[in-house]
């Protein structure tokens, strides 16, 4: 908790003062004999430097005691001003507070969707969860970037600081209630780690990891990944995909949202689609004049992948349909179709 919520300067402030002040009682109570209640005082006009007078003369050894306890109180003071001051006036006491009620509207959230990370490719799934409509909570162990990324994104995300490949931070992003986690951390080991701790808090969870080296690509698979992403290669493909067939590539980029005329993908199952058109074959539905959008595929329920399904093609229970049209088509296809 000192760690996710930046207490511990706070803490170790807190600490120099208690011990500063027993070490004050202690002192005057040993080396001049003092009773509790006059070493209390002694201590207590010692650290606050009112100047009252001395209880009773002290004794040479007291006067370097008193001395050198002064000048490490000044030290002690300094430094317990200097944090409050930065909770206080540079906004970490309200970064505190925001973090709290964070942490109070994730409780509430359930089937959200995880991203570890917010570097390059975690922020980049995260717009594309948040421009679908999902659910998504972030969690990040810089705090600049976290303050970066609200500050840019108008303090409208749900995110948790705190290191992701413990159970703690995971927990307290509601690892237990959603439906996917998104690990996308610089290194692959800090990946595997977070896919174990995800397996082991919820073992349903649909797990996506990224991968730098190849060998790291089983690992996460034995740990429990779903799926296992390697930016770095799908990269170096695209780009010599681009040499050799551009206007695919060009199509691809259409598809992913990087294109000037976007196009979206969706999928759809019979049972959720509205019950007029459950049972009815591809030809029936007659998707393409309705909306505009087309069907490009049909995943069995056995697990066959069927490109360009035949239009007989009845879709049953445990089937998935695969559209592919522009943002207006397919959000005709979920008004008109879905339940």
Not at 150 to 172: Q, S
Not at 194 to 212: F, M, Y
Not at 228 to 250: C, F, K, Q, T
Request: with cysteine; glycine share 8%; hydrophobic share 45%.
């Amino acid at each position: 908790m000192w760690h996710r919520f930046n207490l511990s300067r706070f803490f170790l402030a807190v600490v120099l003062t208690i011990v500063s002040f027993g070490s004050g009682i202690l002192g005057f109570m040993w080396i001049e004999k003092f009773t509790l209640a006059e070493a209390f005082y002694m201590t207590m006009i010692t650290i606050s430097t009112v100047g009252f007078g001395e209880l009773h003369p002290l004794s040479p050894d007291g006067r370097l005691f008193v001395s050198v306890y002064i000048f490490f109180n000044l030290l002690v003071v300094a430094y317990l001003v200097s944090v409050l001051t930065t909770y206080i006036f540079d906004g970490e006491l309200r970064n505190l507070f925001q973090m709290l009620r964070t942490d109070q509207e994730i409780r509430n959230v359930s089937n959200h969707i995880i991203v570890c990370g917010f570097g390059r490719n975690g922020s980049k799934a995260y717009h594309e969860l948040h421009d679908s409509g999902s659910q998504v909570v972030i969690v990040e162990q810089s705090e600049a970037l976290l303050k970066s990324t609200v500050e840019v994104l108008g303090g409208k995300i749900l995110a948790v600081f705190g290191d992701a490949t413990t159970d703690e931070t995971l927990l307290a992003a509601g690892i237990a209630r959603a439906r996917a986690i998104i690990t996308a951390l610089p290194k692959d080991a800090d990946n595997v780690f977070v896919t174990l701790t995800a397996r082991e808090l919820n073992p349903g969870i649909k797990i996506i990891a990224r991968a730098s080296l190849k060998t790291s690509e089983a690992k996460l698979l034995r740990a429990g990944a779903d799926s296992v992403v390697m930016p770095d290669e799908i990269g170096g493909s695209h780009m010599a995909n681009l040499v050799i067939r551009p206007e695919v590539i060009r199509f691809l980029d259409m598809i992913s949202g990087l294109g000037p005329n976007k196009l979206r993908l969706e999928e759809l199952r019979p049972d959720e689609m509205r019950p007029e058109w459950r049972g009815r074959s591809i030809r029936e539905l007659d998707i393409r004049s309705r909306t505009g959008a087309t069907v490009i595929g049909l995943k069995h329920h056995t697990g066959e992948l069927l490109v360009s399904p035949s239009a007989d093609t009845i879709p049953q229970p445990g089937d998935v349909m695969l559209f592919l049209g522009t943002d207006e088509q397919i959000a005709s296809l979920v008004r008109q179709f879905h339940v």
